[in-house]
């Protein structure tokens, strides 16, 4: 049995985070010892695994919690998490597709700014003026701030 502080460590997972997850389901409710300390099996362990690997590849939440329904299943059709994964995809390259719009205004912002007084700063100019911009980037914002 493992405590809560051997899982954080072995998944590179907070405590804090594995307590979340417990809170809306994602984890089960842990076993306690005598003293009412956590502990959990390896498959609480590879479960946090596959949650923490889900939230790298960005998967939401009410995804990751499709897949693990769908782990636990296992006579379920495949294509199911095919879909999640899909979907998944989708997202990433409109995320992608938003942030090249980004770079390129930002990469043009910076390439016209010559220096001097900042009264005449290019970049201070297209940021006062959103129809200085070449690229249509507003929807881009939400990527930007929880960055």
């Given at each position: 049995?493992?405590?809560?502080?051997?899982?954080?460590?072995?998944?590179?997972?907070k405590?804090?985070?594995?307590?979340?997850?417990?809170?809306?389901?994602?984890?089960?409710?842990?076993?306690?010892?005598?003293?009412?300390?956590?502990?959990?099996?390896?498959?609480?362990?590879?479960?946090?695994?596959?949650?923490?690997?889900?939230?790298?590849?960005?998967f939401p939440?009410?995804?990751?919690?499709?897949?693990?329904?769908?782990?636990?299943?296992?006579?379920?059709?495949?294509?199911?998490?095919?879909?999640?994964?899909?979907?998944?995809?989708?997202?990433?390259?409109?995320?992608?597709?938003?942030?090249?719009?980004?770079?390129?205004?930002?990469?043009?912002?910076?390439?016209?700014?010559?220096?001097?007084?900042?009264?005449?700063?290019?970049?201070?100019?297209?940021?006062?003026d959103?129809?200085?911009?070449?690229?249509e980037?507003?929807?881009?914002?939400?990527?930007?701030?929880?960055?």
């Amino acid at each position: 049995m493992l405590t809560i502080g051997t899982l954080a460590r072995r998944t590179g997972t907070k405590v804090q985070t594995i307590r979340y997850y417990e809170q809306i389901g994602l984890m089960p409710e842990p076993g306690r010892s005598e003293g009412g300390q956590r502990r959990y099996a390896e498959e609480e362990l590879d479960r946090l695994a596959f949650i923490r690997h889900s939230r790298q590849l960005g998967f939401p939440l009410e995804a990751i919690r499709e897949l693990l329904d769908l782990s636990e299943h296992p006579a379920r059709p495949c294509a199911e998490a095919d879909a999640i994964a899909a979907r998944q995809l989708r997202a990433v390259e409109r995320k992608i597709a938003r942030l090249q719009a980004l770079q390129s205004e930002l990469s043009r912002m910076v390439a016209e700014c010559h220096g001097g007084a900042a009264s005449r700063c290019r970049v201070l100019e297209v940021l006062k003026d959103h129809s200085e911009c070449l690229t249509e980037h507003a929807q881009a914002e939400g990527v930007a701030e929880r960055a």
